[in-house]
């Protein structure tokens, strides 16, 4: 019969609980995984899966990871889906008596899981519980490791798409629901489409109110819930409440820094769709999803992780509240004047590390003596920051009444961590002795003990006479005393042999023994002082997380202002105005990013004129390459940046705030999805145009393109028509098309303008002028774009032949109406279908010639026929009908 040891015991026992998880069971140094585990470890991360003797019959499977080491080990199997349990040793082994006592400490999933290489890429963690009920949906929300947590409620059930693209936008990574709650009926199903999120099932009882709201008290330590106005928001209650539930549930320590609840209003920010905030390459690029290339790229100027994590946020939720934008604006302005205040609060910033992450590290027990003297370095240079603001004004002057020096915190850190302290615990000296007296008294024993050894072997060599003599220390014998061979002559009885070498004898003597005693005893005393003392200083800071906590947003915001300043400063943007007005007015504006890449002097600068009146929507035409494209998100992004509170890329700047920004751009394929490129295209559209209002900014590049010409055409007529009646929409828009039948909308419909990106044709090829200028494109220049890309002169020449014959013959192509007859009859003339067969050979028996027709008869009735206000397609309709008819005469 095999029997089981006491550790495998243990292990087993806790197994049993955490089924679902892999267990990370602590041994001295190492995490070890067994059995399953080790087998999915050893897969998953690529480690030797080796045995242990547990005393069953076999070995069991085994591996193992060193402990300083394991996060980024978990970090990679939570990617792959998996839930961790840690395991640890709650007890000090030397002390244990028997087998060392363990527990599971925390449980780490996707959205609970401090994942440092996330923490690089300086993006948060956000673990959501969503709930949906006859009365709405809650949503909440918390990154463990800032404390963030955040509440808010969408009643109407009709504002699905909203709370998607509310979702979307915080993108968390674990999302918790009811255990009944039937997620692939709801939109969750769309959000997992997206992007990958994991669902977790959290017990129903969780999402009771009753708990919900006991929880909430319990942990803010308050009577009512109406301190935090959540009286008549149940939604939010059970959404604060599950998720408070589950994260006690696995992070298993007081969450201190979990301080507060910020119920939100989702409108209180410009809302922008998961389409637009890809499309407009916010965070990063469509094609490579790579950060350079988009708007945090340039505007990331910033100096600590805490703040390039708030300009992120900022991007993503601009504001539309036009006073906090011009407190922003104004601050940023104060910093862009005083060049020697921004680059010494720069300097300075530099000097902190991330706040937010040596807090979290403080809340969950695992911070060290090196963090807690970064975390004196970053606030070392509070009090200095916080002068350099003192009678500042807008934003600035918030930030200054809201920086707390901590200077009881740094005084704390300054006299008891020493300088310069080992990484662990054990190795001691970290505690400066100046710090308590006991310690002193013990450092010193030691360094009378070490004198007394000295003296110990200057009597020693004087009274045996042995002048080679010495005392040494190793780790067997502890002191002892080295007579060389020749010398063992002189050696007194009072010596006690231990050891004998090839050229000496080691001895020890009570004396010596004694003073050794007291050294070891206060060596000892030493460490657990200091670890006493060490728990002592991090309860004090644990205490006053929330005020680090604080103060850190605040360093964020100002880093981000400062960020704002340096690059509008650099890339020579201006103050936007903003204000309530419907105007969108640029001067000389350029494209953040496109300027950086392709070179300031080379950028073309343009000017935009939107209101909601004459100039509520433009129709811009022009070749391809033209640079429609990079115009429109010019604008798109100049408005974002204003609203944020950033300078711009203009030298003039006129923004009436925009309460969303709709994009529909390019063909954006979503086949994976098992939709078409036009669906998606379609559906997109119709995003925007069930919600867009009359405050909206639309940027439609080339609509209707991934369908038949003539469809695609009526679409985009149809739309035009659409957001441009203010009794509907009347946003502002800009639309992009080679569909130049639309100009024709210019004279129809009050509000749209022409524009075109020119360019000048030198003989047979064309050069890009980049500057927009009224009036609708005559050509498509297409065949040029192509021979520039390279494509072979055979397909070119033939192209250029294919559509000299098309430009006969397409009646959308020509401007007057004789041009359309014309081409109507042509076209009539290539149509090979039986019908012009027909009539070809009726006029051919009746020897008739066309042409002598067409001119006469065909333009007298053309007269009567109101061309200008049919569609293209129904003009074309009108004058095959009557040719036609020209022909049957
Ligand atoms: N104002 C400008 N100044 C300098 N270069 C520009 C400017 N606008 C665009 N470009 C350059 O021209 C390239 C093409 O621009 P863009 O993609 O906007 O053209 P487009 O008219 O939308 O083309 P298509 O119709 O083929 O989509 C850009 O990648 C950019 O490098």
Known sequence: MSRLTPMMKQYLEIKEKYKDHILFFRLGDFYEMFFEDAEIASKELEIALTGRDCGLKERAPMCGVPYHSADSYIAKLIDKGYKVAICEQVEDPSKAKGIVKREVVRIITPG??????????????????????????????????????????????????????????????????????????????????????????????????????????????????????????????????????????????????IDKINIYNYDKYMILDKF???????????????????????????????????????????????????????????????????????????????????????????????????????????????????????????????????????????????DDPPLSIKEGGIIKSTFNEKLRELRSAITDGNKWIIQLEERERKNTGIKSLKISFNKVFGYYIEVTKSNIKNVPDTYIRKQTLANSERYIMPELKEIENKILTAQEKIVDLEYELFNEVRNTILNNVNRILKTAKNIASLDVLLSFAEVSSIYRYNKPKVNNSKIIELKNARHPVVERVAGEELFVPNDTLLD???????????????????????????????????????????????????????????????????????????????????????????????????????????????????????????????????????????????????????????????????????????????????????????????????????????????????????????TPDNTSDYINEKLNEKQINLFDYKSSEIINELKNVDIINMTPMDAMNKLFELVKKAKAI
Not at 115 to 143: F, H, Q, R, W
Not at 283 to 294: M, P, V
Not at 407 to 414: A, G, R, S, V
Request: a neutral charge; one cysteine or more; glycine letters at 6%.
């Open 612 to 830: 909601d009146d004459e100039n509520r929507f433009y129709i811009i035409t022009g070749p391809n390459m033209a640079g429609k494209s990079t115009y429109l998100r010019q604008v798109a992004l100049i408005v974002l940046m204003a609203q944020i509170g950033c300078f711009v890329p203009a030298e003039k700047a006129v923004i009436g705030i925009v309460d969303r920004i709709f994009t529909r751009v390019g063909a954006s394929d979503d086949l994976s999805q098992g939709q078409s490129t036009f669906m998606v295209e379609m559906s997109e559209l119709s995003n925007i145009l069930n919600n867009a209002t009359k405050n909206s900014l639309i940027i439609l590049d080339e609509i209707g393109r991934g369908t038949s010409t003539y469809d695609g055409l009526s679409i985009a007529w149809a739309v035009i028509e659409y957001i441009n009646d203010t009794k509907i929409l009347g946003s502002r828009t800009l639309f992009a098309t080679h569909y130049h039948e639309l100009t024709e909308l210019e004279d129809r419909i009050k509000g749209v303008k022409n524009y075109c990106i020119s360019v000048k044709e030198s003989g047979d090829d064309i050069i890009f002028l980049r500057k927009i200028i009224r009036g609708g494109a005559d050509k498509s220049y297409g065949i040029q774009v192509a021979k520039l890309a390279g494509l072979p002169k055979k397909v070119i020449d033939r192209a250029k032949a294919i559509l000299k014959k098309l430009e006969t013959n397409d009646i959308n192509n020509k401007r007057d109406y004789k041009d359309r007859e014309i081409a109507a009859i042509n076209l009539l003339e290539d």
């Open 112 to 257: 609970t899981i401090i994942d440092p290489s996330m923490l690089n890429e300086k993006v948060n963690n956000y673990i959501m519980t969503y709930i949906e009920n006859e009365n709405g949906i809650g949503i909440a929300y918390a990154d463990i490791t800032t404390g963030e947590l955040k509440t808010t409620d969408f009643k109407n059930l009709e504002s699905k798409k909203k709370v998607l693209d509310e979702i979307m936008k915080i993108s968390p990574r674990e999302i918790l629901i009811r255990e009944d709650f039937d997620y692939n009926s709801s939109i969750l199903k769309d959000i997992q489409k997206n992007y990958n999120v994991l669902i977790t099932k959290y017990y129903n009882r969780a999402f009771e109110y009753k708990n919900s709201e006991d929880i909430i008290k319990k942990h803010f330590n308050i009577f009512s819930i109406d301190s935090f106005g959540l009286n008549d928001r149940k939604l939010c209650v059970i959404a604060v409440g599950s998720l408070l539930d589950y994260i006690y549930e696995t992070q298993k320590v007081p969450l201190l820094h």
């Open 276 to 418: 637009t905030r890809t499309n407009l390459e916010l965070l990063e690029t469509i094609r490579g999803k790579d950060k350079r290339g988009s708007l945090l790229w340039v505007l990331d100027k910033t100096c600590t992780s805490m703040g390039a994590r708030t300009l992120r946020k900022w991007i993503e939720e601009p504001l539309i509240e036009i006073k906090k934008i011009n407190d922003r604006l104004n601050s940023v302005q104060i910093l862009y004047n005083d060049v020697i205040l921004r680059s010494e609060l720069r300097e300075l910033l530099s000097k902190m590390y991330d706040l937010e992450r040596l807090s979290s590290k403080i809340v969950y027990g695992n911070v060290n003596a090196r963090d807690l003297i970064s975390l004196k370095t970053s606030l070392k240079v509070l009090p200095e920051i916080k002068s350099k603001l003192s009678e500042k004004k807008f934003e600035l002057g918030k930030i200054f009444e809201e920086i707390d020096e901590l200077k009881d915190i740094y005084n704390l850190l300054e006299e008891s961590i020493v």
